[in-house]
């Protein structure tokens, strides 16, 4: 029989630490409704001490969730542990993740602490979040840098305190497959009373090994794997679920293991991640990314035509990439919309679909067909932006050969009009300047993307644009068949996202 590997996704927690990637709460409740439809067992909600907006976005989801497991992090003091519980008790199921550091590096660097103190706050933490709930995961932070005896004592003194998880995080992405599968065995081997609780790993990519690493480590006796969508998260990011759920299913030969995971949420869960968080999947990401499923080679496009299993060695549906999309167009009616977007996973109340069925007939009008991309980005910029302060009313722009370029924004400012206008050396840098003018804003453009939504000339344009104001960096993207108006959206979405980060700041973390 084939053992179970738990699938722990922290898409919200360490995925949410990826530079500009932060997202409000609802967001976040979209994103794990549609994680518990995945079958992700354990979601990491986020750290609820981190600030406000964390404390309530998993409360929220908390309150929401029926079965997934919901956890929050916390530090080893008293204060984080109350608030991860206070968040994290109202799920039926919850649990607290608990974290030090146990590298002589961090330990003497970072938190100025001995090996004696840092076992102490280890033990003292797991029997204080013990207070609340049985289910307590304990991690040791920059595990793979540690002193292996040193970690082993730490994971039994934890055991020992009651953990019922014990997690092996490689924090920095350093540990090399063969190695960090010696180092699970040896924890297992070395810490007594291992095989009563889960022994879990959390990689991260720094050197792109992070798959590797967690499917050597599964294969070395761990069954948790803690992962994000897209593989987001800090630096290089962390362990891609996508990459490890389909390894473990293409290969039951070499993995015997099995997860909860409904493989055909893959691809919608990835697209909603990416359409949340303004990050772009890299074309050729494994499993999700655009070209993952598209032969260019004749050579290859004749041997999937007679055989797919000549160059494909999954198939695209069962991550949910469907071949036969169904096209929409003007003259779809609403039940027709709802039913395709119910499908793509998006369950819309009678108003979001109100407010999305207006907007889509707006683009159908333009646009012929409309794809997937497209109801994606509309039920993105209709629906799931809703406490925006700033929106984008109306534009003009006129540019050309001869003349100076010139943009008229009015925006709606806290639900109030305000118009204004400006000049640039281009119609976006126009647009922009007058939309800083307008908010009295005065954030730096550091990246502007501009591609096709879908293919078609008259496809959408898809902006994202990555802003910093004040030292702190946040994403927006935009879409609308015309680029100009794209760009205008994807700064206001921009700003938006900073007067959120800067309402509800984040605690620096020790
Ligand atoms: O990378 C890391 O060590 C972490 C821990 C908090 C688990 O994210
Ligand atoms: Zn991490």
């Not at 979405?493 to 007067?499: A, K, M, Q, V």
Request: proline share 3%.
């Amino acid at each position: 029989m084939s053992e179970n590997v738990i699938i722990f996704d922290t898409t919200l927690r360490d995925g949410e630490q990826s530079p500009g990637a932060s997202m409000n709460t609802a967001e976040k409740l979209r994103l794990a409704t549609q994680m518990e439809k995945l079958g992700v067992d354990v979601l990491e909600a986020g750290f609820p001490a981190a600030s406000d907006g964390d404390f309530e976005a998993v409360s929220e989801i908390a309150k929401k969730m029926k079965k997934i497991q919901v956890t929050g992090l916390a530090r080893t003091n008293k204060n984080d542990i109350d608030l991860a519980w206070n968040a994290v008790k109202h799920a039926p199921n919850h649990r607290i993740h608990i974290f030090i550091a146990t590298s002589d590096l961090h330990m003497s660097e970072k938190l100025k602490m001995s090996r004696d103190q840092v076992l102490q706050a280890s033990v003292d933490a797991v029997k204080y979040a013990k207070s609340f709930t049985d289910n307590v995961e304990f991690s040791a932070e920059d595990g793979s840098r540690s002193d292996q005896d040193f970690m082993c004592k730490v994971f039994e003194a934890a055991i020992e305190a009651g953990a019922t998880t014990i997690n092996l995080p490689d924090t920095v992405g350093y540990a090399i497959p063969d190695e960090f599968a010696e180092l699970v065995r040896y924890a297992r081997d070395h810490t007594p009373n291992m095989h009563k609780v889960v022994l879990s790993v959390h990689c991260h990519n720094d050197l792109g090994l992070a798959t590797a690493n967690t499917l050597a480590a599964i294969e070395a006796g761990a069954r948790q794997a803690e992962v994000t969508i897209n593989g987001i998260g800090e630096r290089a990011g962390n362990t891609s679920m996508e990459e490890i759920v389909m390894a473990l299913h293409t290969r039951p030969n070499f993995f015997p293991f099995t997860t909860n995971i409904k493989t055909e949420q893959i691809y919608p869960t990835s697209r909603l991640v990416s359409t949340i968080t303004g990050i772009l999947v890299q074309p050729n990401k494994a499993i999700v990314g655009a070209n993952a499923f598209a032969h260019e080679a004749g050579i290859h496009q004749h041997g999937v035509l007679v055989n797919p299993m000549t160059y494909e060695i999954m198939k695209p549906e069962t991550i949910g990439l469907s071949a036969n999309k169904l096209v929409l167009g003007k003259h779809s009616g609403r039940h027709a919309l709802h039913e395709h977007l119910k499908e793509m996973g998006y369950d819309l109340s009678p108003g979001e679909l109100n407010t999305v069925f207006k907007n889509f007939k707006n683009l159908a009008d333009k646009k012929k067909h409309v794809l997937d991309e497209d109801l994606e980005a509309l039920v993105q910029e209709g629906v799931l932006r809703t406490t925006e302060i700033f929106r984008l009313e109306y534009l003009h722009v006129s540019s050309g050969t001869t003349v100076m370029p010139m943009a008229s924004v009015v925006l709606t400012i806290n639900e109030r009009a305000a118009k204004g206008s400006d000049y640039g050396n281009g119609p976006i840098d126009a647009t922009f300047n007058a939309i800083a003018k307008l908010t009295g804003t005065d954030s730096e453009l550091l990246r502007f993307t501009i591609s096709a939504l879908t293919g078609g000339t008259d496809a959408q344009g898809e902006v994202t644009v990555r802003l910093r104001e004040s030292g702190l960096v946040a994403l927006g993207r935009g879409t609308d068949p015309d680029i100009i108006t794209a760009s205008a959206k994807a700064y206001i979405n921009g700003l938006n996202r900073l007067e959120y980060i800067k309402e509800h700041p984040a605690t620096v973390i020790q």
